[in-house]
């Protein structure tokens, strides 16, 4: 089994920034694309940023320029930082990866969410 645990969300006021940080940890045998999605109420689940195992990145127009996904593989562990925050990026914030497991069974696993909210 695979766990993904956030961290790092919290209450900032507009203009401040905040770093997430997921770990993966369990039966990895590699971590392959990884990823931030955001919820915010009464609204769908939309990727932020991606980043795949070579470091090329991809980020919703809406976050370019302000937001910066990056990984630590030896650490399993991918960040978000988080700049210019605004009342608009208020919302749920999860990690995902795409794992390859010591089974050598390939699954999407999901972490627990952490809130992100900027007043304004």
Request: glycine share 10%.
């Amino acid at each position: 089994q695979v766990q993904l645990v956030e961290s790092g969300g919290g209450l900032v006021q507009a203009g401040g920034s905040l770093r997430l940080s997921c770990a993966a940890s369990g039966s990895i045998f590699s971590l392959n694309d990884m990823g931030w999605y955001r919820q915010a109420p009464e609204k769908q689940r939309e990727l932020v940023a991606a980043i795949i195992r070579s470091g090329s990145t991809n980020y919703a127009d809406s976050v370019k320029g302000r937001f910066t996904i990056s990984r630590d593989n030896a650490k399993n562990t991918v960040y978000l930082q988080m700049n210019s925050l605004n009342p608009e990026d208020t919302a749920v914030y999860y990690c995902n990866a795409d794992v390859l497991d010591r089974r050598l069974v390939r699954r999407v696993y999901w972490g627990q969410g952490t809130q992100v909210t900027v007043s304004s």
